[in-house]
């Protein structure tokens, strides 16, 4: 397979799992309860890069935390 065909099959497998990952409300593992302890161990620890939902962590830490917080905490 030529390199420019591989790129495209991951970046199409990626797609793939994006859409899943998104649109699965079964999926247990991305739509468990996350804790307390998991949300505050997340601030500051992020890229800069934003994610597929276009947040980046800089947006989020620079947040009021309490606040913040409780919105990750709910979503």
Do not use: W
């Amino acid at each position: 397979m030529k390199e420019i065909e591989v790129e495209e099959t991951v970046y199409e497998e990626v797609q793939c799992l994006m859409h899943e990952a998104k649109s699965c409300k079964r999926n247990e593992l991305m739509n468990d309860d996350i804790s307390d302890s998991e949300v505050s161990a997340t601030f500051s620890k992020g890229s800069s890069t934003p994610g597929p939902d276009g947040i980046s962590s800089d947006l989020i830490d620079g947040a009021e935390r309490q606040l913040m917080h409780d919105c990750l905490r709910i979503m």
